[in-house]
C-alpha cells in the first residue's frame, strides 16, 4: 500500500507533529478493515462503520471536503480535491462509496477510504443535471434533456439510460428505494427503479397531470408533488394519488423546497413574500417570517424544530412545527450556506466560508472549525499486505473495468487482525483519571466502582463514548494485584482477607498509553458484613412514581438495622435517595433524592447491620424512567366558522413521558379524535349551537399510558349573516328602502343601511324585515341603497341598488296683468267738436280664448268689449284729468290719467 499524501492549502496546514498519530492510526484502521474484509468479514462494513455519526463538509475555495465528527464537531479529515478549487463541492454517499461531485464542472470523483485519495473521476454531471444515490449505485438526472441515467459508483461507468423526451424535476428516492421524477407535459409522475436481473433501469408512471409550474419532494418517504399553478400538494399513498391538499402557497411565489423531509408536514420558503409555509395533510398554515425580499434557502425539518436558512442574511431561523419562531436566529456566515440532515445530526455549512455548524436532536449547536483542526500532510505507511479477491461486490459484477486484487497470502501468512466492532477516531493522549472510585468492603470482598475521565472526548458514531480498559491495583500480602475491566465503572474484587485494609486504585487506558490513577478511601473486609439485598424491583406507577422493593439482606447472625436506597442515571455514580428503612419497600417519586423527570434510572439497595457494617450494593432494578401524567396543553383556542370549530394548543410540559397522542373531545355527539400534531378541526357541526371542547396529552413511560391534565372551552360554530336589500324613488326627492335578514343560525347581528357611502340608519339589532326612508334628496340623482350585518363570524354586505330621484318640475307660468297705455288723439264720436283718445290695452299671460276687457273710471263702467288678441286699442275717453283704467276677466290693469 502506497503511502496516503494529503496536499493542503497554507490555511490547512498542520500546526502540531502530534496530530500525525491521528492519520496513522486513520490508515491502520482502514487496513484492518481490508484484511478483515479478505477473510471473510466485509470490509465495506469496516469503511462505512468510519464514517457512522460523521458528514463531509466542503472548503469551496479551496477544493478541500472534510469529514466531522456531528457529537463533538471535530474535523478528523481532509482531503484535497485535484481541480475543485472554486468550485461546488458536494460529497455524494453511494453504498460503500463517497464520490466528490462537483456541480460547477460536473467532475465526479470516486473517493478511496483506504488511502484518501482520488482513484476515478469522471465528467458525468453538469448545470441542470441531478446526481443522487439510488441503493448501492448512483443517477444521473438531466432534466434539460429528459433522459436518466444509472452509474456503477465504482468505477463510475454508465450502466442503463432511459429518455423521457419532456423535460423533468430533480429524482426523489421513496421509502422502498425507488426514484421518482416528474414529467409536466407527460402528466406523469415517473418512477424509476434498478433490475439486477435484467441490469437495467425500470420505469413505471402514475397519472397526475401537474401544471406549468410544480417541484417533487419526498415527505416521510413518500412521494408528494407540490403544484404551484393550483397552489397544492398530492401525495403519493402505495403508488395512488391521494386528494390534493390546498396549501396557501401563491403561483408568484418563488419557492424553497427540501428534497426529502422526515415527517407529515413539508416546509416551503415563499422567497418573494417571506413566508413559511407548512404543508399538512389536515392544516395548512402560512407563517410571516418578518423578512420581505430576502432569499431563503430549502427548510428542512429535525426532531421537533423547522430550520430555515436565510441566505441573504447568512443566518439560520428556528421555528417549531407550528410555524412560531422559538430561538434568536444564529449567524452562519456572509451569504448562502447549506443545510441537510444526515446520520443523525443537523449540518449547517457555509461552503464559501468557515461557518460551519452541527446539531443533534436535542437542537444543541457545535462550531466546527474548519480552518483550525488540522491533519498532517503525511500519514505513516502501514506494513504492505497482500490482499485476496473478495468474495463478492455487487457494484464489481456490472463493472466493465474491475480494479485489480493481489493475490492470496500462502499459508505461512500471519493470522488476520480481528476486524473492529466499530471505528473509533483514535484519541491523541491517554486519557485522565477516573474522576471518583469508591470501594465498598463486603465478606472477604469489596465492590469498586468509578466514574469515566472527565477529559473523554473521542466518540464512536457520535453516540456514545469509545470503550476504555480500566486497570484495578492493590496491595495484598505485600503483593500488587491487579485487574483489567472492559467497558464497565464497576468490578468486584474477591479473595481478600477479612480485616485487613485495603486501599484500590483504577486508571484508564487506550491505545494512546495508561492514564494517571486515582485512589479509594480504604475498605476493610468483614465477615460480619451483611450480605447485598436481592431481587431488587422496580415499578413504575402511573402516578409518576416509582415502588421500588426488596428481599431481606442475609445479616449472617446479626440484625439488620436498616437499608439505603440510591438511583443511577446511566452509566453515572450512584446518589442515595432514601436510608434508614426498616421496610423492604421504598417509593420514589421525582424531587425525591435529587430524581429528575425524564432521565432513567436504575435502583440499588444496601443493608445496614447493627455493628453499622454496610453490605455491598444489590445488583441494579431495570431501568425506570422517571415520569408522570403530562401537565394540560397550553393556548387552547377554538374558532368557529360555518359549521366547523378550528382547534389549535400548544404543547404541554410532558412531564418526563413520551407522548402517545393527543386525545380531542367534543360534546353533543362528537367522535372524540386521537393524534400526534397540535391542532385539529371539527366539522359538520350545527351552526348557532354551543359545543365543549377539551384536549389531553397521553404520554408512555416504562410501559404505562398516562393521561395528562386537561385543557377545554366551549366554541360555537357559524357564519356570517345573509342580507338583502330593495330601494324605489317615492315622492319628491325621497327613495324607500328596506332589507331582509337571515341570521344563518347564527346568532345576534348588527345592521347598518348606507346611501351613496353614508350611513342612513342603524347600527341596531338586526330583523327580519326592516323599512325606511330617506329624503330632501337631489333632483335626478342615482343613489347607491345598499344594508350591512355583521355577527361573531363575519360581515355581510347585501346587494346594492341605485334607484333615481323625481326630475324637476317646470316653473309656474307669470300670473296674468294688464297693461293701460293712452293712444293717439282723434276726433271724439259723439262730439266732433271734442278731443278723445283710445286706450291701449295689453294683455300678459292671459290662456287663450276672448277676454272681456272692461273701461272704467271713478263713475264705473263706460265700455266694454270682447277681444281674443293681447292688444287692443278702444275705449275712447275725453275727460282732462280724469284717471281711467281697466278690467280684463277680473284682472286690473294701472291707472292712468287724460
Keep these: 500500500m502506497a503511502t496516503v499524501s494529503i496536499p493542503l492549502t497554507k490555511r490547512f496546514e498542520s500546526r502540531r507533529a502530534s496530530r500525525a498519530f491521528v492519520a496513522a492510526a486513520l490508515s491502520v484502521f482502514v487496513l484492518m478493515g481490508t484484511l478483515a474484509y479478505v477473510y471473510g468479514a466485509p ?18 475555495e479551496n477544493g478541500v471536503v472534510m469529514l466531522a465528527n456531528g457529537a463533538s464537531g471535530v474535523v478528523d479529515t481532509r482531503v484535497k480535491i485535484p481541480g475543485g478549487e472554486n468550485g461546488e463541492l458536494r460529497v455524494l454517499r453511494v453504498g460503500k462509496h463517497s464520490i466528490v461531485i462537483n456541480d460547477r464542472t460536473g467532475q465526479a470523483s470516486r473517493l478511496d477510504l483506504s488511502n484518501l485519495q482520488i482513484s476515478v473521476s469522471k465528467q458525468i454531471a ?93 415527505v416521510d418517504g413518500a412521494p408528494t408533488l407540490v403544484d404551484l399553478g393550483a397552489q397544492s400538494i398530492v401525495t403519493l399513498k402505495n403508488r395512488t394519488p391521494a386528494k390534493p391538499v390546498s396549501i396557501p402557497l401563491r403561483s408568484n411565489e418563488s419557492p424553497a423546497i427540501s428534497r426529502s423531509i422526515e415527517g407529515k408536514t413539508l416546509p416551503i420558503a415563499a422567497n418573494s413574500a ?5 404543508a399538512t395533510p389536515d392544516q395548512p398554515s402560512r407563517t410571516d417570517l418578518g423578512r420581505p425580499g430576502n432569499e431563503f434557502g430549502p427548510p428542512v425539518t429535525f426532531g421537533d424544530r423547522i430550520y430555515v436558512p436565510d441566505l441573504t442574511a447568512g443566518e439560520l431561523l428556528i421555528l417549531d412545527t407550528a410555524g412560531n419562531m422559538v430561538e434568536s436566529s444564529r449567524k452562519i456566515g456572509n451569504g448562502p450556506f447549506s443545510l441537510r440532515v444526515e446520520e443523525g445530526f443537523l449540518w449547517v455549512d457555509d461552503t464559501k466560508g468557515e461557518g460551519a455548524f452541527v446539531a443533534g436532536p436535542d437542537g444543541k449547536f457545535r462550531q466546527v472549525d474548519k480552518g483550525r483542526e488540522e491533519v498532517p500532510d503525511n500519514v505513516v505507511e502501514p506494513a504492505p499486505v497482500d490482499l485476496p479477491e473478495p468474495i463478492s461486490d455487487p457494484d464489481r459484477a456490472d463493472d466493465p473495468n474491475p480494479p485489480d486484487v493481489s493475490p492470496v497470502p500462502g499459508p505461512d501468512a ?12 483514535a484519541p491523541e493522549v491517554a486519557p485522565d483519571a477516573p474522576a471518583s472510585v469508591t470501594a465498598v468492603a463486603g465478606n472477604q470482598s469489596a465492590v469498586i466502582s468509578w466514574t469515566q475521565p472527565t477529559s473523554y472526548p473521542v466518540w464512536t458514531g457520535g453516540l456514545r463514548p469509545v470503550p476504555l480498559d480500566y486497570k484495578i491495583q492493590w496491595t495484598d500480602r505485600g503483593r500488587t494485584q491487579e485487574k483489567i475491566v472492559h467497558d464497565a465503572l464497576e468490578t468486584t474484587v474477591e479473595g481478600l482477607t477479612n480485616g485487613t485494609t485495603y486501599s484500590f486504585s483504577v486508571s484508564a487506558l487506550n491505545s494512546a498509553g495508561e492514564g494517571p490513577a486515582r485512589k479509594s478511601e480504604p475498605a476493610t473486609p468483614s465477615s460480619e458484613v451483611p450480605g447485598p439485598p436481592t431481587a431488587v424491583a422496580a415499578k413504575a406507577t402511573a402516578s409518576g412514581e416509582v415502588n421500588i422493593s426488596w428481599k431481606a439482606a442475609n445479616g449472617r447472625g446479626r440484625p439488620i438495622n436498616g437499608y439505603s436506597v440510591s438511583a443511577s442515571e446511566g452509566s453515572g455514580a450512584a446518589q442515595q435517595i432514601a436510608s434508614g428503612l426498616t421496610a423492604t419497600t421504598f417509593r420514589a417519586a421525582a424531587g425525591a433524592g435529587g430524581l429528575e423527570l425524564g432521565k432513567s434510572y436504575t435502583f440499588t439497595v444496601v443493608a445496614l447491620n447493627d455493628l ?42 410532558l412531564n418526563g413521558g413520551t407522548l402517545v397522542d393527543y386525545v380531542v373531545t367534543g360534546t353533543n355527539g362528537l367522535q372524540s379524535k386521537n393524534l400526534t400534531g397540535t391542532s385539529t378541526s371539527f366539522t359538520g357541526l350545527s351552526n348557532g349551537v354551543a359545543y365543549t371542547f377539551g384536549v389531553t396529552a397521553r404520554t408512555s413511560a416504562n410501559g404505562l399510558t398516562m393521561t395528562g391534565a386537561s385543557a377545554s372551552l366551549a366554541a360555537t360554530p357559524g357564519t356570517a349573516p345573509a342580507i338583502s336589500v330593495s330601494a324605489n324613488a317615492a315622492g319628491d326627492r325621497t327613495i324607500n328602502w328596506s332589507y331582509s335578514f337571515n341570521a344563518n343560525s347564527s346568532g345576534a347581528a348588527t345592521c347598518t343601511v348606507f346611501r351613496s357611502g353614508t350611513q342612513i340608519w342603524g347600527p341596531a339589532p338586526c330583523q327580519g324585515s326592516v323599512s325606511g326612508s330617506t329624503g330632501g334628496l337631489a333632483y335626478s340623482t342615482n343613489y347607491e341603497i345598499f344594508a350591512r350585518a355583521q355577527n361573531q363570524f363575519g360581515t355581510t354586505d347585501s346587494n346594492r341598488v341605485s334607484p333615481r330621484t323625481n326630475d324637476a318640475p317646470p316653473p309656474p307660468p307669470p300670473p296674468p296683468s294688464v297693461s293701460l297705455g293712452l293712444g293717439k288723439s282723434e ?69 292712468v290719467s287724460f
Aim: hydrophobic residues 35%.
Design 126 to 218: 453538469g448545470k441542470g443535471v441531478d446526481v443522487i444515490a439510488l441503493g448501492s449505485r448512483m443517477l444521473v438526472v438531466n432534466k434539460a434533456k429528459g433522459s436518466v441515467e444509472v452509474f456503477n459508483a465504482s468505477s463510475l461507468t454508465p450502466l442503463s439510460k432511459l429518455s423521457f423526451g419532456n423535460p423533468l424535476t430533480r429524482a426523489v428516492v421513496d421509502s422502498e428505494g425507488v426514484a421518482w421524477v416528474a414529467d409536466a407535459k407527460a402528466g406523469q409522475l415517473i418512477s424509476v427503479h434498478y433490475d439486477e436481473s435484467t441490469k437495467k433501469l425500470v420505469r413505471g408512471s402514475v397519472k397526475v397531470n401537474p401544471g406549468p409550474q410544480f417541484e417533487l419532494a419526498a
Design 827 to 895: 276726433p271724439c264720436d259723439s262730439r266732433p267738436s271734442a278731443t278723445c283718445r283710445r286706450l291701449t290695452v295689453t294683455k300678459h299671460n292671459f290662456p287663450p280664448g276672448s277676454r272681456t276687457v272692461s273701461c272704467q273710471n271713478g263713475s264705473g263702467q263706460f265700455y266694454s268689449y270682447s277681444t281674443p288678441n293681447d292688444y287692443s286699442a278702444v275705449c275712447h275717453y275725453g275727460v282732462l284729468n280724469s284717471q281711467v283704467w281697466v278690467v280684463v276677466n277680473g284682472v286690473e290693469s294701472n291707472r
Design 43 to 60: 470490509a465495506s462494513n469496516a469503511l462505512l462503520n468510519l464514517l457512522d455519526g460523521k458528514a463531509w463538509f466542503s472548503d469551496d
Design 274 to 278: 417571506g413566508v413559511l409555509v407548512l
Design 414 to 425: 500471519p493470522p488476520p487482525p480481528p476486524a473492529p466492532a466499530s471505528s473509533p477516531t
Design 612 to 653: 453499622e457494617r454496610v453490605s455491598i450494593e444489590s445488583a441494579p432494578s431495570a431501568e425506570i424512567r422517571m415520569a408522570k401524567a403530562a401537565a394540560a396543553p397550553g393556548g387552547f383556542t377554538a374558532t368557529g366558522s360555518s359549521q366547523t370549530v378550528q382547534l389549535s394548543w400548544t404543547a404541554p410540559n
